[in-house]
């Protein structure tokens, strides 16, 4: 996987370092003032949008420090346009690294910049990127799964990164260990280099098991409830059995009416369920079953007629699982199943 990280680590480094002419922050013709703590927050929602605040702060130690800074912020004030119009080119650059790593379709917008001063034990003046980054995770109905549209990243030593979920969300999985972790965050202090496949969060909105609360026959009993709940809910499709002792189990056979073909009842599991009970997964895996294994991201999305922004999440959970796998041909994405024979695939897929 390319590190499209590192490329996120320059560009954010880039954007308030100091240039060979001596300029700061982004270019401004000012005294060099380096950043001495840069936090980066993505807030990652439902959708798979996440909002990122970036705080550069700079220690204003002595006189001199502080007037760069003052001069830094009168020039953003003035100036505010050239600054978000910089940061936001940058982070489309980045965006598109991890759109062509991912094969989810990204943005980046809404891109503001404020400057504040602060004093905690310490005076600092800080400069705060905002932006919106379309489908930057990977989303279904039950996971979020965030990180891949910056793996590799490399936060330095006065560095932190933080990825936040919706409250409604629970941790699953983590990777690397975060060196901060709460109900609904995690955080990574530099210096700290991610692996290709990391930084890698995974929440759930599912339930925790029963067994959490419930022992013996109520979990027993709980289960039943539920899928009895669910059975019916199929119009059918759904079977349960359960069979507590063979005094329950001969009940059972007495009960049911044989069919035609002398079969006990239970319904014929090979015959699948129609098309409006299967989820966004299944619904992806039948086209391409239907088309010998392959077919253009794009037709996925005309013939469900969802989004290109659904699609793509979609698809992208489908990957990270390994049920499929995407390449490109020119502008266009091809999803395939795994091992599918691509020798003869052409723009017609």
């Known amino acids: 996987m390319r590190r499209v990280g590192i490329v996120l680590g320059l560009l954010l480094a880039a954007a308030l370092a100091p240039t060979a002419a001596g300029a700061a922050f982004g270019g401004l013709a000012q005294q060099s003032v380096d950043a001495d703590v840069v936090v980066m927050t993505a807030d990652v929602t439902a959708s798979g949008d996440a909002v990122w605040t970036i705080d550069y702060r700079v220690r204003l130690t002595d006189d001199n420090e502080t007037q760069a800074f003052e001069d830094l912020r009168a020039d953003i004030r003035a100036n505010e346009s050239v600054y978000t119009d910089r940061f936001r080119d940058r982070m489309t650059r980045t965006a598109r690294a991890g759109e062509n790593a991912t094969g989810r379709e990204m943005a980046v917008d809404n891109v503001s910049v404020e400057t504040t001063r602060e004093d905690v034990g310490q005076s600092y003046g800080v400069v705060t990127y905002e932006f919106r980054w379309t489908n930057f995770a990977a989303v279904n109905d039950t996971h979020i799964r965030a990180g891949d549209a910056v793996a590799g990243l490399y936060l330095d030593r006065n560095a932190t990164l933080t990825m936040q979920w919706p409250d409604e969300y629970r941790r699953a999985s983590v990777r690397p260990s975060a060196d901060e972790r709460s109900d609904r965050s995690v955080t990574w202090r530099g210096p700290q280099s991610f692996g290709d496949d990391e930084p890698h969060v995974v929440v759930t909105n599912e339930s925790k098991p029963f067994g959490d609360a419930i022992g013996g026959s109520g979990l027993v009993d709980a289960l039943l409830a539920v899928v009895a709940v669910l059975a019916l809910a199929a119009g059918g499709y759904g079977v349960y059995r359960y069979v507590r002792d063979d005094t329950v189990a001969d009940e059972t056979a007495a009960d049911t009416p044989a069919t035609d073909d002398g079969a006990d009842g239970t319904a014929d599991t090979d015959e699948p369920p129609p098309a409006e009970l299967l989820s966004n997964e299944e619904q992806v895996l039948k ?63």
């Open 287 to 349: 086209l391409l079953r239907e088309n010998d294994g392959r077919i253009k991201q794009q037709r996925v999305a005309s013939e469900l007629d969802w989004t290109a922004a659904k699609t793509s999440q979609v698809v992208g959970g489908l990957r990270e699982d390994g049920d499929l796998e995407t390449f490109r041909i020119g502008r266009e994405n091809v999803v395939t199943l795994p091992d599918t024979d691509l020798t003869d695939v052409d723009d017609d897929s």
